[in-house]
C-alpha cells in the first residue's frame, strides 16, 4: 500500500475513533449526570408512595405502575400483530406493488413523530372510537406507533434464516405454516426480540403520544379500570419539570424520577437482552 493510502486509511480509522469515543462519552455523561443526581432521592417510599404537596415530595409508584401498565398494554396489542404482519410480507407476500407499498408506508410511519400519533390517537380512539382519554385509547396509540418497528424487525429477521431451512422442511412433508411456525420462527426468535426490546423502550420513555390520550396530571391512586386516566413517568417527568407547584423544590424529586425511568428501560433491555441469549444458546443446541 502507498504511503498516501496509509496516511488516508490513518485519518480516516482516527476520525471514525474519536466520533465513536465521544459518542460513547457523552452517552456515559449523561448516564451519570442523572445518577448522582437523582440517587439521593431515591428510596423504599420514593417508590412505593404517591405523590405529596404538590408533588414536590412524596412518591412516584401510580406513575412506575401507569409506565407498566402502558408496556404491556401496548405489547398485547402491538407484539402479534407486528410479527403477524412482518411473517405475511417476508413469507407469503408476493414481489408486486403492494408489498413496496406496505412497506414504503411502515418505513414512513416509524419515521413520524410522536406528536402525530398523539393528535391520530385523540382524533380516532378518544373521540371517533369514544374511549376517552384513558388506558386503553394510550395502548392502542402506542400500539399503532411502535407496530412498524416490530413490522420491520420481524421482516428482517426472517430474512437471514437461510432457505436450506425452508426446502428441507418441506423435504420432510411439512406444510408451508408448519414450516414457518416451527422452524422459521424459532430460528428467528432472538432477532424478533431485538424489535420488542426496541419497542418497550420507545414506549417507556414516550411523552408526546400519551399526552392527549391517557396521561394524567396528578392521580394518587391506581386506575381501576382500562377506561380510566394514569399517570406515567415520563409525563410525570416533563409536569414536574416544567409545569409544577414549586419546579425548583421538585428539582430533585424529578431527577429522582428521572434515574427511576433510566433504571426501568435498563432493566427491562437487560432482561429481554438474557432472554434473546437464553434463545441463542436452545437453537445451537
Not at 404538590?54 to 401496548?74: D, H, K, R
Not at 419497542?199 to 381501576?224: Q, S
Request: contains cysteine.
Amino acid at each position: 500500500m502507498s504511503q498516501s493510502k496509509q496516511q488516508k486509511q490513518t485519518i480516516v480509522f482516527t476520525t471514525f475513533m474519536v466520533i465513536t469515543v465521544l459518542v460513547g462519552a457523552i452517552s456515559i455523561g449523561v448516564f451519570f449526570y442523572i445518577f448522582f443526581n437523582g440517587i439521593s432521592v431515591l428510596s423504599w417510599g420514593f417508590f412505593t408512595g404517591v405523590p405529596e404537596n404538590g408533588m414536590t415530595e412524596g412518591g412516584i409508584f401510580p406513575a412506575i405502575m401507569g409506565t407498566l401498565i402502558l408496556i404491556v398494554g401496548s405489547g398485547l396489542v402491538a407484539f402479534p400483530m407486528g410479527i403477524l404482519a412482518g411473517i405475511f410480507m417476508n413469507e407469503y407476500a408476493h414481489q408486486n406493488w403492494f408489498k413496496k407499498f406496505v412497506r414504503l408506508m411502515t418505513n414512513n410511519l416509524a419515521g413520524i413523530p410522536s406528536i402525530v400519533f398523539g393528535l391520530f390517537g385523540m382524533a380516532f380512539f378518544v373521540n371517533g372510537l369514544g374511549f376517552g382519554v384513558s388506558i386503553l385509547s394510550g395502548c392502542l396509540t402506542l400500539g399503532v406507533l411502535i407496530l412498524p418497528i416490530i413490522i420491520r424487525t420481524t421482516e428482517e429477521s426472517l430474512k437471514f434464516i437461510p432457505d436450506d431451512y425452508r426446502l428441507a422442511s418441506y423435504a420432510l412433508g411439512a406444510s408451508k405454516w408448519q414450516t414457518i411456525w416451527r422452524v422459521i420462527l424459532p430460528a428467528a426468535l432472538p432477532n424478533v426480540v431485538t424489535g420488542v426490546i426496541l419497542a418497550v423502550g420507545r414506549v417507556a420513555g414516550e411523552t408526546a403520544a400519551i399526552l392527549f390520550t391517557v396521561a394524567a396530571y396528578f392521580l394518587p391512586k391506581m386506575p381501576t379500570s382500562i377506561y380510566d386516566e394514569t399517570m406515567a413517568l415520563p409525563y410525570h417527568l416533563y409536569v414536574i419539570s416544567t409545569s409544577g407547584t414549586d419546579i425548583e423544590k421538585a428539582r430533585p424529586y424529578a431527577d429522582g424520577t428521572a434515574l427511576t425511568l433510566l433504571i426501568l428501560v435498563f432493566g427491562l433491555n437487560l432482561l429481554a437482552n438474557w432472554y434473546r441469549k437464553r434463545l441463542n444458546k436452545k437453537i445451537k443446541v
